[in-house]
Every structure is written in C-alpha cells, then in structure tokens.
T-cell receptor, first 114, second 115 residues
Framework: DSGVTQTPKHLITATGQRVTLRCSPRSGDLSVYWYQQSLDQGLQFLIQYYNGEERAKGNILERFSAQQFPDLHSELNLSSLELGDSALYFC?????????????FGQGTRLTVV | AQSVAQPEDQVNVAEGNPLTVKCTYS??????LFWYVQYPNRGLQFLLK??????LVKGSYGFEAEFNKSQTSFHLKKPSALVSDSALYFC?????????????FGKGTHLIIQP
C-alpha cells in the first residue's frame, strides 16, 4: 500500500456528464500529480499541485481541471465527457517538488464513459 | 522535449534466469531516471531511481539498473527471476534542467517469468 488513496475505484458515466475524482496524498506529502493511463496514449502527465498551488501542467484538456485543498487532498474534475476520456486516472504524491524525488501512486480510478 | 523508449513490448524469461528490461531516453539536459512496476488492477510501485553518482543503482525486490550516459540507456536487471516478478514495467525520465515537470513514461514492457 503506497499510502495514496483514490476514490472512487470505478466510475461509469454517460457522455456529456461531469465527474470528480478524489485523491488523498501520503501523510506529509505536499505535491500531488495526476496522470491518465489509456491503451493508445499510455501514461500521460496531466497536472501537478504543490501545497495548494498549481506547479506544472502537462497534457491536460481544457475540459479538465484540478485543485488542491488546504488539507492537501486533491480533486480532478472532468467535464463534457467523451468516449475517449475512458481511462485509468492515477494520483501520485511526493514529499516535495524537487525533480529528483520519486512519486508514490494510488491504485487509480477507472473511468468508463458510455 | 523528453522521451522514453522501451523497445520490447514483452520479455519472456525462465524462472531463475537473469532478466533485462531495456530503456533508452532522450532529454535536453541531464536525466533523472526511474523504474516503476504495475501489477494487474494496481497502481504503479516505485522500484528505483538514478539521480547522480554510481551508474549501478540498486532498488526494491532485488532489482537493479545500470545508467549508461553514452548510450542514453537505463536498463533494468535482476540476477535471478521469480514468477512473482511477472508484471508491467515502466521506465520514466525527468529532465534535471527544466521542461515538463511530470514524469515522461515509456509505453511499458510486459515481463513474463515462466516456471
């Protein structure tokens, strides 16, 4: 167990809908990262937050947004969902924001858009 | 831009034999390199990383990796494979000098250890 908790584990929703994925980082970790894993794109970095502030953006669509709250948990909001958004969404956390620091991953939320 | 290539989709090894999972990378500066393992329906587990210093890095579960700057490679190795090592392995890179702050992952290599 990595100590990173993601809820829900599975989510099935219809096209056009909006969902929120939640992540609780390891105790003491200030950085949270979101990744998307799909068969065609592989693992892609979406966004990073550090201590409540957005730190870096990757291949995140404009329909997607995230935030990190004062208690350091994070939420990833996905709106106007399309079939192609079906994927496994991972949250990861690390102690700081140094580029040499490894991140620890949650078990993911499997999103299915029908 | 940074990128990672894992040239083999699948590697088959007999139990007890040594294993190698290949990874090559491309960054504009110097790399930080990582290996992760993913078991079915699980998240990624950190195995080891290369930051600087000794080219041979030791990690969890008896795995090690060798950094080769001239060949821009970071191959994962284990002297004696176990059936329980069967999983999906990902190599990842982050440029030390800047650029994308998230990890860039390879496509992954399925490692199958045959009894």
């Amino acid at each position: 167990d990595s100590g990173v908790t993601q809820t829900p584990k599975h989510l099935i929703t219809a096209t056009g809908q909006r969902v929120t994925l939640r992540c609780s980082p390891r105790s003491g970790d200030l950085s949270v990262y979101w990744y998307q894993q799909s068969l065609d794109q592989g693992l892609q970095f979406l966004i990073q937050y550090y201590n409540g502030e957005e730190r870096a953006k990757g291949n995140i669509l404009e329909r997607f947004s995230a935030q990190q709250f004062p208690d350091l948990h994070s939420e990833l909001n996905l709106s106007s969902l399309e079939l192609g958004d079906s994927a496994l969404y991972f949250c990861a956390s690390s102690v700081g924001d140094r580029r040499s620091t490894e991140a620890f991953f949650g078990q993911g939320t499997r999103l299915t858009v029908v | 831009a940074q990128s990672v290539a894992q040239p083999e989709d699948q590697v088959n090894v007999a139990e007890g034999n040594p294993l190698t999972v290949k990874c090559t990378y491309s960054v504009s500066g110097n790399p930080y390199l990582f290996w992760y393992v993913q078991y079915p329906n699980r998240g990624l587990q950190f195995l080891l990383k290369y930051i600087t210093g000794d080219n041979l890095v030791k990690g969890s579960y008896g795995f090690e990796a060798e950094f080769n700057k001239s060949q821009t490679s970071f191959h994962l190795k284990k002297p004696s494979a176990l059936v329980s090592d069967s999983a999906l392995y990902f190599c990842a890179v982050r440029d030390t000098g800047g650029g994308a702050d998230g990890l860039t992952f390879g496509k992954g290599t399925h490692l199958i250890i045959q009894p």
